[in-house]
């Protein structure tokens, strides 16, 4: 498998905190990689920095590279663009917005990026029938269980057909039974769709399913 991305000594400060230390880290197109280790290691600022949601500290031969694109070279008007087609993001807390339906939720990505209305409503139900939410398109959050609304979270991650899924403590509100179960969605989407998938976990039953597990602790690469 190829490389998709490359951390080179990737460094981060908040109010004098060093919490990443010189971070280099590979990662192959369609692998999934869990980032695991305690509270306060770096995870979620390292999934955050890959994510594009926030910057390294500029630092000599510090680089970033997401499929072929130098991403410290990019100015700012362009990140927006470049997350909308190549990156898709699934929170802890899923985020979904309460006045709109399912397949409305799934959709926000596309209408952001434009897409043709008829075209994207295909895809947006195509895709809640492959995480076997065909029954709920137009069932508002509140109406949906809580690993319902992870499910649609998932959708919405994948609307814009991104290589790359950054998922931040996916299964960390939901019980066991509804964490396996998006757990599996995971894997099934990558065989499917060949996607890579970077996930902080706790969960460590998820950790071990991973291809590749990653352990961070006092913002370095614990090997």
């Not at 280099?24 to 594009?52: C, D, F, H, M, Y």
Request: glycine letters at 8%; charged letters at 25%.
């Amino acid at each position: 498998m190829e490389k998709i991305i490359s951390c080179i000594n990737i460094n981060k400060t908040y109010d004098g905190l060093k919490v990443l230390k010189g971070i280099n880290l590979e990662i192959r197109s369609g692998e999934i990689v869990a980032i695991v280790g305690p509270s306060g290691a770096g995870k979620t600022t390292l999934l955050q920095i890959i994510g594009t949601l926030d910057e390294p500290d500029k630092v000599h031969n510090s680089s970033l590279i997401i499929d072929s694109i130098d991403v410290k070279k990019m100015n700012q008007s362009s990140f927006a663009s470049f997350r909308n087609h190549n990156l898709g993001f699934i929170f802890q807390f899923h985020e979904l917005l309460p006045e709109f339906t399912a397949l409305e939720n799934v959709c926000i990505p596309g209408w952001i990026g434009k897409r043709k209305q008829k075209e994207l409503r295909q895809s947006a139900e195509e895709l809640l029938n492959l995480i076997g939410l065909s029954d709920r398109l137009n069932h508002k959050p509140q109406e949906l269980s809580g690993g319902e609304q992870q499910r649609v979270a998932v959708a919405r991650a994948l609307i814009n057909q991104p290589k790359i899924i950054l998922a931040d403590e996916p299964s960390g509100n939901l019980d066991t039974e509804n964490a396996n179960a998006l757990h599996k969605i995971f894997f099934e989407v990558r065989d499917k769709f060949g996607t890579t998938f970077i996930i902080v976990t706790h969960n460590e039953s998820l950790a071990n399913m991973a291809d590749r597990k990653i352990i961070l602790r006092d913002g370095e690469i614990n090997i």
